[in-house]
């Protein structure tokens, strides 16, 4: 049951994230995206 409680709380959770509309999806999109290109540079450019 803990987990049925848990997993309702991510589904709430996803639910405000979509009622912010299309604008905050794919700003939260992007930022995801910012951070991924981010650390993938970091990784190429890091030398010993």
């Known amino acids: ?3 049925n409680s848990g997993g309702s709380i991510g ?3 996803r639910r405000l994230s979509s009622s912010r509309g ?3 999806a794919v700003r ?3 930022a ?3 951070i ?3 650390c993938v540079i970091m990784l ?3 030398h010993d």
């Open 1 to 3: 049951m803990k987990m």
């Open 11 to 13: 589904g709430s959770k």
């Open 22 to 24: 299309l604008g905050g």
């Open 28 to 30: 939260e999109q992007r």
């Open 32 to 34: 995801r995206l910012y």
């Open 36 to 38: 991924i290109r981010r």
């Open 44 to 46: 190429l450019c890091w």
